[in-house]
Structures are given as C-alpha cells and as structure tokens.
C-alpha cells in the first residue's frame, strides 16, 4: 500500500488522474468553453485553449493530491482504532 500511495504522491501514477481537459467527451463546462472558443478567431481560440487546459491541469492535479492526502489521513485514522 506505501508503494501505490508513494506513487501517487510523486505522480507515476498518472492514469488515475481521469481524461486531459477538453479532450472527449467533453463534459458540460467544456462544451460551453468550447462553443464561446470558436467564436473567436482560430490563433486566439487555440491560445486560449492552451491557457485554459493548463489552467484545468494544475486544478484537477491539486484536487488529487488534496483527495491522496485525505485518503491517506483517513487510513491512518482507521488503523489507529484497531
């Protein structure tokens, strides 16, 4: 268990992590980001597409940190009680 959850902290386990941003399916935020996207001129859309997906990466990658770290406090907890 210490090796997965030393995995997960140094991030080698990154097919854990769900889809990329604004890759497919998209889900209904993406679908809003994009329709607003191609209203704009194509090298804009493109630029701001890279600053948004970056964005999105840099949230979902401290959301499973925080949820690793809970995870690992709450183990812990529950094995104190034994």
Do not use: C
């Not at 679908?31 to 600053?51: G, V």
């Not at 995870?71 to 104190?80: D, I, P, R």
């Amino acid at each position: 268990m210490f090796d997965i959850l030393t995995a997960l902290q140094y991030g080698e386990l990154t097919s854990l992590r769900g889809k990329m941003p604004m890759e497919a399916p998209h889900t209904i935020a993406e679908e809003r980001i994009l329709r607003r996207l191609n209203a704009l001129e194509p090298k804009a859309a493109d630029d701001f597409q890279h600053e948004i997906q970056a964005l999105a990466l840099e949230q979902r990658d401290a959301a499973f940190h925080s949820g690793v770290r809970f995870g690992a406090q709450l183990m812990v907890q529950l094995l104190e009680d034994f």
